[in-house]
């Protein structure tokens, strides 16, 4: 997946903002054509869009690498890619138990 430039898309009666790009290969044929899947999604990972896109001739030629293959899905959907996304990682709270030092004087005195 790919992070973008955020674009505006109509969903359900509302604006959203996309910002991520997912896309992958579902059908080669060698020496061919490559379909592609994408998927356009808001920041929550909620899909906004989506579609097919066929690469073919001489674009098809050049694809030698992933980078070429998500540069061309962006060119096609007008889209920027602004890097790779990462999967945000939550952290666990822990709450700590705070004792006093009376507490703590307590107990040992017992």
């Known amino acids: 997946m ?3 430039e955020s674009i505006s898309i ?3 009666g509302q604006t959203q903002q996309a910002t991520v790009l ?3 290969a579902v059908n080669v044929s060698l020496g061919n054509s490559a379909t592609f899947y994408y ?3 808001s920041e929550s990972m909620q ?3 989506q579609g097919n896109l066929t690469m073919s001739g001489d674009d098809y030629s050049a694809w030698e690498v992933d980078n070429y293959a ?3 899905i ?3 959907l ?3 890619i602004t890097g790779d996304y990462v999967v945000p990682v939550v952290e666990e709270v822990v709450e700590e138990e705070v004792v006093s030092e009376i507490e703590v004087s307590e107990e040992v005195s017992e």
């Open 2 to 4: 790919k992070t973008i």
């Open 10 to 12: 109509w969903d359900n």
């Open 22 to 24: 997912n896309a992958y």
């Open 39 to 41: 998927s356009l999604l």
């Open 47 to 49: 899909q906004l869009a």
């Open 70 to 72: 998500w540069d061309w």
């Open 74 to 76: 962006a060119g096609q």
């Open 78 to 80: 007008n889209l920027v």
